[in-house]
């Protein structure tokens, strides 16, 4: 079955270092998306990403964030200078469309710890 | 904009016993989903429900929505230990499509 894949699993990474979370959405989806969940608390969105834009953006989404699809198959999210709120596990989630039928696929998530 | 809560936060029951989950949301929605978390893993998608359908059944899982109400029920039924998670409805928000999360029902099922 197909599934939403993300690299790495967990990532740690120093206050104020660039990072790139990656994710392979599934193959013919058009619509992806990023999330993350804070220990503890909900998952909150973050972007939506279709046609190689933005469509939808949260305001968690500073200007410390972007969003890119450099490839067919990858959709990257970066956090440019790192802080230790930014502490979370960030999911990325695809669908095909955007209807009143649509569910958004999931991957497992990668674990941000910033120390 | 918040959307979809869950009630109650945390529910604890006996292996084979049948689990009420709650949804409450504010705005009006064009599909209800419901998904589960296992501890410090990934969502997974349990079932959607549009805004014209009263009830839905996947396996031992039951989704009822009541537009009046604006809320939803997810039942387990016949729970077992595996059920173990943390259940999310999400809803869209204003004219989105994009699922908004509630906090979770943290399930625990004894064996």
């Known amino acids: 079955e197909p599934e939403v894949t993300q690299t790495p699993s967990h990532q740690v990474t120093q206050m104020g270092q660039e990072v790139i979370l990656r994710c392979v959405p599934i193959?013919?989806?058009?619509?992806f998306y990023w999330y993350r969940q804070i220990l503890g608390q909900k998952v909150e969105f973050l972007v939506s990403?279709?046609?190689?834009?933005?469509?939808?953006k949260s305001e968690i989404f500073d200007d410390q964030f972007s969003v890119e699809r450099p490839d067919g198959s990858n959709f990257t999210l970066k956090i440019r200078s790192t802080k230790l709120e930014d502490s979370a596990m960030y999911f990325c989630?695809?669908?095909?469309?955007?209807?009143?039928?649509?569910?958004?696929?999931f991957g497992q998530g990668t674990r941000l710890t910033v120390v | 904009s918040q959307q979809g809560e869950e009630d109650p936060q945390a529910l604890s029951i006996q292996e084979g016993e049948n689990a009420t989950m709650n949804c409450s949301y504010k705005?009006?929605?064009?599909?209800l989903q419901w998904y589960r978390q296992n501890s410090g893993r990934g969502l997974v998608h349990l079932i959607l429900?549009?805004?014209?359908?009263r009830e839905k059944h996947s396996g031992r899982l039951r989704v009822t929505l009541d537009t009046s109400k604006k809320s939803s029920s997810l039942l387990i039924t016949a729970s077992r230990a595996a059920d173990t998670a943390s259940y999310f409805c999400?809803?869209?928000?204003?004219?989105?499509?994009?699922?908004?999360f509630g906090r979770g029902t943290s399930l625990i099922v004894h064996p």
């Open positions: 989630a695809s669908s095909s469309r955007q209807s009143v039928n649509t569910e958004a696929f």
């Open positions: 193959s013919n989806h058009l619509y």
């Open positions: 990403f279709y046609n190689n834009e933005i469509s939808e």
């Open positions: 705005t009006s929605i064009n599909n």
């Open positions: 429900i549009r805004s014209n359908e």
């Open positions: 999400a809803t869209p928000s204003g004219g989105s499509y994009i699922p908004t």
